[in-house]
């Protein structure tokens, strides 16, 4: 079975500054990741995901994200970070071989903070 | 936005009382899946169907069981609530597998069981 860990629970900066989530994942077969974002008292949408390509996938609301086979991990970064960026980020891991039916495999979230 | 609701929004309910929540889609999505979030936990799949009348359970299906009559409708019941049921309901949709296609989710029910 497929594992992911989001390395810090909480993470808060100051507007304008870079911003970097790490999520590593644990899997014994080739992998699909992905990044969700829950504002506030709001359900869960797509940042972007990998599925295969180019390592690193671009996103929406300027964020990115670089899979790194070797150190299994598949970190979300934003060169310049807004109030409206204040959210809860989730990486998430699903099976890349076998069938379509893979079920999605959520970390535990990063509580991203932006202070002015 | 992916026409998704979730009925009722919020509820409060005794233990050992009976549950239903309803998620309703205007996309006419294949997959519709149950989660739960908890603090600490991230989501967690309760059960999803990738048909009608075609289920499967996920990571925390004790306690949980679901129906899916129509393309448009997914119900998830609670037999009997405790207190450890108390947490926030997400559906999602997707149109083809979980395993690469995007989720979308609706707005939540959060459920309190006393």
């Known amino acids: 079975a497929q594992s992911v860990t989001q390395l810090d629970s909480q993470v808060p900066v100051f507007e304008e500054a870079p911003v970097e989530l790490r999520c590593n994942y644990s899997?014994?077969?080739?992998?699909?990741l992905f990044w969700y974002v829950q504002y506030p008292n709001q359900g869960l949408q797509l940042l972007l995901k990998?599925?295969?390509?180019?390592?690193l996938v671009k996103g929406i609301n300027g964020f990115e994200a670089e899979f790194n086979k070797s150190q299994t991990s598949f970190h979300l970064r934003k060169p310049s970070v807004h109030i409206s960026d204040t959210a809860e980020y989730f990486c998430?891991?699903?099976?890349?071989?076998?069938?379509?039916?893979?079920?999605?495999?959520f970390g535990k979230g990063t509580l991203l903070t932006v202070n002015p | 936005d992916a026409g998704i609701t979730q009925s009722p929004r919020h509820k409060v309910t005794e233990t050992g009382t009976p549950v239903t929540l309803r998620c309703h889609q205007t996309?006419?999505?294949?997959?519709m899946y149950w989660y739960r979030q908890d603090p600490g936990h991230g989501l967690r799949l309760i059960h999803y169907?990738?048909?009608?009348?075609?289920?499967d359970k996920g990571e925390v299906s004790d306690g949980y069981s679901v129906s899916r009559s129509k393309t448009e409708d997914f119900l998830l019941t609670l037999e009997s609530a405790t207190s450890s049921q108390t947490s926030v309901y997400f559906c999602?949709?997707?149109?083809?597998?979980?395993?690469?296609?995007?989720?979308?989710f609706g707005p939540g029910t959060r459920l309190t069981v006393l």
């Open positions: 999602a949709i997707s149109d083809r597998g979980p395993s690469t296609d995007t989720q979308y």
């Open positions: 169907s990738y048909g009608v009348k075609d289920t």
């Open positions: 899997s014994s077969v080739s992998v699909y």
């Open positions: 990998y599925l295969s390509g180019s390592t």
């Open positions: 998430a891991v699903s099976r890349a071989s076998g069938g379509s039916n893979y079920k999605l495999t």
């Open positions: 996309e006419n999505h294949r997959y």
